[in-house]
């Protein structure tokens, strides 16, 4: 079974940027997608993007499109989350997730990193 560690939260000012990092530890990695997913106190879980792993494709949850970015290190098996302009709404625990097969169930979850937006 596939261990994911996100890393990288942390607080940040309004508008500001955040980096994080998504590394998967298990022998012969695959996927279909890696996703990245954030929870805020009180609401349900939401998606906000995915990276195709083997073509690099990306789809964004339209509030972050032209702010965040997702790519991937194959090598290192990581996916990262650039984010700009972020805003204290943003402020959540945010997730990575794999899914090995289109149209699947995300079934990989990391425990999540905290990112508050804050001045």
């Known amino acids: 079974q596939v261990q994911l560690v996100e890393a990288g939260g942390g607080l940040v000012q309004p508008g500001g940027p955040l980096r994080l990092s998504c590394a998967a530890s298990?022998?012969?990695?695959?996927?279909?997608?890696m996703g990245w997913f954030r929870q805020s106190p009180g609401k349900e879980r939401e998606f906000v993007g995915r990276i195709r792993w083997t073509s690099g494709s990306t789809f964004y949850e339209d509030s972050v499109k032209g702010r965040f970015t997702i790519s991937r290190d194959n090598a290192k098996i990581t996916v990262y989350l650039q984010m700009h302009s972020l805003k204290p709404e943003e402020t959540a625990v945010y997730y990575c997730?794999?899914?090995?097969?289109?149209?699947?169930?995300?079934?990989?979850w990391g425990p999540g990193t905290q990112v508050t937006v804050s001045s």
């Open positions: 298990e022998r012969s990695f695959s996927a279909y997608d």
């Open positions: 997730a794999r899914r090995i097969t289109f149209g699947s169930q995300w079934s990989s």
